[in-house]
Nanobody, 113 residues
Framework: QPRLVESGGGLVQPGGSLRLSCETS????????INWYRQIPGKERELVLS????????NVANSVKGRFTGSRRDDWNTVYLQMNNLKPDDTAVYYC??????WGPGTQVTVSS
């Protein structure tokens, strides 16, 4: 059974950085694109970007272009979301996702002074 678990969230000041991790198990990571989503309470879940099997990130949201990048270590079964120059509007629960409707439980990111 595929499993994804996010970590690395927390409280950070505006302008700061965080790196989120998505640890996967139960499937061969190198065969799949992994998506990062985020959700603010009361709003729809938003696609942040997709970490492709190879090559550049896909589907990068305009709101994070130039600030967020994805990466992966297939040998470690882990996908990352590097978030730089964070803004208060980035405050959300961040989720990783795999095709087939597999989701992690999410990790909270709060950007505040």
């Amino acid at each position: 059974q595929p499993r994804l678990v996010e970590s690395g969230g927390g409280l950070v000041q505006p302008g700061g950085s965080l790196r989120l991790s998505c640890e996967t198990s139960g499937f061969t990571l190198k065969l799949y694109t992994i998506n990062w989503y985020r959700q603010i309470p009361g709003k729809e879940r938003e696609l942040v970007l997709s970490v492709s099997r190879s090559g550049p990130d896909l589907n990068v949201a305009n709101s994070v272009k130039g600030r967020f990048t994805g990466s992966r270590r297939d040998d470690w079964n882990t996908v990352y979301l590097q978030m730089n120059n964070l803004k208060p509007d980035d405050t959300a629960v961040y989720y990783c996702n795999r095709v087939g409707n597999y989701w992690g439980p999410g990790t909270q990111v709060t950007v505040s002074s």
